[in-house]
């Protein structure tokens, strides 16, 4: 198991060097364009029982697929299937810290997501649902984009001064500046922040700032709780090859964690763009579900 462990970190240093290496002719820069998928059945943090485990061993990781889904904490699970593990059979999407978790919230993050939690559990009025109940914004589309359990799913477009990135979940369309280095004035919020990039070899680089503070959490979807308006997100976008990009982040939230955290996935290629996401069509699922928390006893 052993030496297994050490073949699979090996590999997976051996795609950051790939990654980095110049894969056009010199000025001539890596094209995201096309439709991909981030689906995967490794989770954001490390599964309890693989806490000293960063990696799955080939054995591992083909048992697992071909496991029949449980109640259980397995990857599998939870999460859709897509590339499975490949190519790093990591178990955890989260790089650093090393035991795979996300740092330890702040007092002042913790006990708002305490009081989120009772919120969304007991809800009064609209604005105590979810981000995705209310059709606002998925964590799929925010930096870091962090997977869902379904619909994983990018449109890329790429120009010569800007990168689009359009989700499935809920249909959002993140502009990325490569026209410009300085970001919007710090008056300016948005739910998706403000990404600009620049080229750094065959490496898209994307430093995200400008979040807003508005009332909801990405984790409300099975995201991140820990987010407000000093959210600082870097993103490398890299090609493996022509069908698979390497992402990688780094997120740093001083007044949400007491540290900051890194993480890893891939993306792979797929033939079709993604469907229209027509979130609760009909405007119903929002109001039926305030009045069945209404109708409920004390």
Partial sequence: MTGGFFRVLAFSAALSVVAQTPQRAAGVHPDFSGAWSSATAIPLERPEKLKDQPFYTPEQAAQLQKKIRGADDDPLSRLETGSLMLPSRRTSIITDPPDGLLPSLTPSAAAAKEVRLERLHNPAEAKDMGLQDRCLVFPTSVPPMIPYRYNSNYQIVQTGDAVMVQAEMIHE???????????????????????????????????????????????????????????????????LDANTILYRFEVEDPTAYTKPWKGELTMTRVLNPPFEYACHEGNRDLPNILKLSASQPE
């Fill in 173 to 239: 369309a993140r502009i990325i500046r490569l026209d410009r280095r300085s970001h919007l004035p710090s008056n300016v919020r948005q739910w998706l922040g403000d990404s600009v990039g620049h080229w750094e070899g065959a490496t898209l680089i994307v430093e995200t700032t400008n979040f807003n503070d508005a009332g909801g959490f990405y984790g409300d979807a099975g995201g991140m709780y820990g987010w407000d308006r000093n959210m600082h997100v870097v993103e490398r976008f890299s090609l």
